[in-house]
């Protein structure tokens, strides 16, 4: 394939590059966000999921022949839509930005296009060039997260972490519909070969130390904390990622009584 590196000192790593699709990953930013760009091989289209620097990755796109026609955001936290206004400002009035509409419950009024309206727990579908993915509604991290699946590869933001599952104490999140989501997509990734990849929105460590940034499906419900205690309930409240007593928690609570 051709040269990824426009003149970053990030060079991005290419995940998958078969027939259908190249798909490349970055780590950008000091929350170690990841950032995942999905290229139609056939058209040459592109689409970032959950950009933290628009300019980047129209650099690398530029310098590849490739064509970056749109974003996915798999939530509205600002480390994941930090970089869509410069992406869509550079990409012009074709540009789409596509985003769950129960954002909005949270708050959220930032630059879009397109909204998904599946309802929880449910999925449409979303294309790049010839490329059709699954967009899921996974509720619990924020209300309106959502989950890309298709072509070998499972898009899960900050709902499933290789090792554990993402917080639900922020404003808009929800412990139950966090459940609710991991019964759901722990049922959907059962039904996926073993071989697909999985691709989160941070690079967070493993109970072992180890810092991966893509794992087997068929690994994930072996070893993720937050799967394998979905389904007990004793186990579940021993979790300890679900809530963090930290100042995001506490902006939270302010932002709950707020509302009420
Ligand atoms: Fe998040």
């Excluded at 930005?97 to 579908?125: A, Y």
């Amino acid at each position: 394939m051709a040269c990824v590196n426009p003149m970053s000192n990030h060079t991005p790593n290419v995940i998958l590059d078969n027939d259908e699709i190249i798909v490349l990953q970055a780590q950008l930013g000091e929350w170690d966000n990841l950032n995942h760009l999905l290229i139609c091989k056939k058209t040459k289209d592109a689409v970032i999921v959950d950009p933290f620097d628009g300019k980047y990755w129209h650099n690398i796109c530029n310098n590849n022949g490739w064509k970056l026609r749109s974003a996915w955001l798999t939530h509205s936290h600002w480390d994941h839509t930090k970089g869509v206004e410069e992406a869509q400002q550079i990409g012009g009035e074709e540009f789409q930005i596509f985003i769950h509409q129960n954002e909005k419950q949270r708050g959220w009024d930032g630059p879009h296009t397109n909204l998904f309206t599946c309802n929880e727990m449910s999925f449409e579908q979303v294309t790049i060039g010839q490329l059709k993915f699954a967009a899921h509604c996974t509720p619990g991290h924020t209300p309106g997260h959502t989950t890309f699946i298709g072509h070998g590869l499972v898009l899960s933001g900050d709902c499933l972490f290789l090792g554990r599952c993402g917080r639900c104490d922020l404003f808009g999140g929800s412990e139950d519909k966090q459940r609710q989501t991991l019964r759901y997509l722990k049922r959907v990734l059962t039904t996926l070969e073993s071989d697909v990849l999985v691709l989160p929105g941070h690079q967070y460590a493993l109970k072992d130390g180890t810092l991966p940034t893509t794992m087997r499906v068929e690994e994930l419900l072996l070893s993720n904390l937050a799967i394998l205690a979905v389904d007990d309930d004793r186990a579940w409240s021993t979790l300890d990622f679900l809530a963090f007593d930290d100042s995001m928690a506490k902006k939270a609570s302010r932002q709950r009584a707020k509302r009420s």
